[in-house]
Every structure is written in structure tokens, then in C-alpha cells.
């Protein structure tokens, strides 16, 4: 089973430019979505409410790392080089038995993930897995994103984004995980 693990800085990003419920709905049918507890419970302690409909609604999994396991050990020893949320949810990422994609905006996170070998994408990366692969409409995520087209915008924006037509055509054919 395919897995969509988001950090909280990706998910704020999509919750902040209205498209958390339509990327979570569209890709629910394609595998699970996931937030590590850590995650669910601290770093997105303001956004409690949508954590839990979303949860509640079964749109959203919350995975626990459990102290002592592989995925426990593993945990601690990413700790010493990356923060609580990052550690956890790579952690996961590593132990789960699904094929799992990372969303993060988070350099040091993506790094992480990609020296283990796991798949690591961002916010335009996810939207385009929506509508790729799970069938979002383009033209709502082309509206949510037009925020992008103002260069001082900061909201997640890639740090190369030309416009919403031209990074949605080079994602798409970088596309590796599908």
C-alpha cells in the first residue's frame, strides 16, 4: 500500500492555500495519508481541529514510532541529526511496508530522505500527485496556487517557479514515483 507522509510545514502550506482537503480527498483512494504522532500532536497543535476531522473522516492515518522498536531505535538515532517531527517521520518512512512518499519543504528533511533512499517531494510535487494520479482537478489547484504568480509570495512557493502552466508540465515528467 502506498503511503503520503506529510510533515507539518507541508501541511500547513496546503491547509494555508486552500487545497489540504482536495489533495487528502483526491489521494485517499491511492494509499494512506499520514502524519507521524509527533507531528499531529505538537507541531500541528494550532491546526488540532483539522488534524482530527481529517482523521475522524478516515482521510488521514496518525502512525506512533513505539519506543523500542526498529522504528523506535531508528527514531533516537535520527534525533542527533535532525529534529523531533523530521526524525519520526523518517523513522517511519524507513520501517513502514508500504511504498511511501514523503512531503516535506524542509531542505535538511529532504536531504534526509533521499540519503535513505525514500521517495521526498514538496508541496507543487503533492498537488501534482492529486491531479496525476488521483485525478484533482488541475484548474482548482492552478486557482489555489495563482498566489504563486506574485514573486514576493512566500507560501510554500518553490524558489524556482516560472509560473503554474510551465512547473505543473517539468513535474510532471520528473515524476518517478508513480
Partial sequence: MRSFLFDADAFRCLHGLKLLDPVLEALRPHGA???TEYVACHELNLLAGVVDLHAKAGALLIERVVKGTP????????QRIADKGEAEAIAWALEASSSTLVVTRDKGARVLA???????????????????????????????????????????????YPGFDQTYAERTHQRTWA
Fill in 33 to 35: 495519508n499520514v502524519l
Fill in 71 to 78: 522504528a523506535g531505535v531508528r527514531y533516537r538515532e535520527l
Fill in 114 to 160: 533521499i540519503a535513505r533512499r525514500i521517495c521526498v517531494t514538496d508541496v507543487m510535487g503533492i498537488v501534482v500527485e492529486a491531479c496525476e494520479l488521483a485525478g484533482m482537478d488541475r484548474e482548482l489547484a492552478k486557482t489555489c496556487l495563482a498566489v504563486w504568480d506574485d514573486p514576493g509570495q512566500q507560501l510554500c512557493r518553490p524558489n524556482t
